[in-house]
Nanobody, 127 residues
Framework: QVQLVESGGGLVQAGDSLRVSCVVS????????MGWFRQAPGKEREFVAA????????NYADSVKGRFTISRDNAKNTVHLQMNSLTPEDTAVYYC????????????????????WGQGTQVTVSS
């Protein structure tokens, strides 16, 4: 049973920084390719960032590139998303996702690539 648990969300002001994290547990011995997605009210779920299980290839949405940084600690089965220079447009529920089918070198932008999802953590940025 693969489980993903996000944490670190909260209420911040525009210009502030926030770090959300995701801890993964499951039956496999290898780390997963991981992604972060977000969904705001009235909008479709959108890709934010991804990182591969091996070599740590990364992929970012244009809207967050240069502001957000995805990282991982395989020893702790944890992936992080450091969010800087936050704006109200970043307000959303942030979800982490795990790719159970990849070979370890994928950092996909497509939600269909991911097999497991966390419950999400709310990030609210006030103006």
């Amino acid at each position: 049973q693969v489980q993903l648990v996000e944490s670190g969300g909260g209420l911040v002001q525009a210009g502030d920084s926030l770090r959300v994290s995701c801890v993964v547990s499951g039956p496999t011995f290898s780390p997963y390719n991981m992604g972060w997605f977000r969904q705001a009210p009235g909008k479709e779920r959108e890709f934010v960032a991804a990182i591969s299980a091996r070599r740590f290839y990364t992929n970012y949405a244009d809207s967050v590139k240069g502001r957000f940084t995805i990282s991982r600690d395989n020893a702790k089965n944890t992936v992080h998303l450091q969010m800087n220079s936050l704006t109200p447009e970043d307000t959303a529920v942030y979800y982490c996702a795990a790719d159970a089918r990849g070979t370890g070198y994928y950092a996909s932008r497509s939600p269909t690539q991911y097999d497991y999802w966390g419950q999400g953590t709310q990030v609210t940025v006030s103006s």
